[in-house]
């Protein structure tokens, strides 16, 4: 499967059935590269016309993410952001803290640095998140 048919406008995550609220959704995620709050694709769905309520997108939103289907990114002030993940593969992120761009972003020193943390703890099955704020060219 890839990043686009886990979004595409007739996906829904696994076990789940498509409904037209939910084709909307990955629509507008498939349309946007920077990260946006659940609120702002809730207002992007009712410019389309398509009444949904904020609840249902936010569990959407979770069930996209928790499939590996969208990417989150926690903003500076706490609220946990939105966008459709351009690979399959385990990448990090640099975002406009001013615009919400985001650059896609391998890191195989953060990489080895986990590896070696955990290992040195004796921790298996680790996981890990890197945050990568910034300004863009476009906003300085």
């Not at 640099?94 to 890191?107: F, P, Q, S």
Request: with cysteine; proline share 1%.
């Amino acid at each position: 499967m890839t990043v686009d048919d886990r979004t595409s406008s007739d996906a829904a995550p696994a076990g789940e059935r498509s409904t037209r609220q939910k084709r909307a959704l990955a629509r507008i995620l498939q349309e946007t590269d920077e990260f946006r709050s659940a609120q702002s694709l809730h207002a992007a769905l009712a410019q389309t016309g398509t009444r949904v309520g904020l609840t249902t997108v936010y569990n959407q939103l979770r069930a996209l993410a928790d499939s590996g289907a969208i990417d989150t990114f926690r903003s500076t002030d706490g609220e946990t952001l939105y966008r459709r993940c351009g690979t399959d593969e385990h990448h990090h992120h640099l975002v406009c803290r001013n615009c919400g761009r985001a650059v896609e972003v391998e890191g195989p020193e953060v990489e080895a640095w986990a590896t070696q943390v955990a290992r040195a703890a004796q921790f298996t099955d680790v996981e890990h998140t890197v945050e990568i704020t910034g300004i863009c060219r476009d906003c300085r």
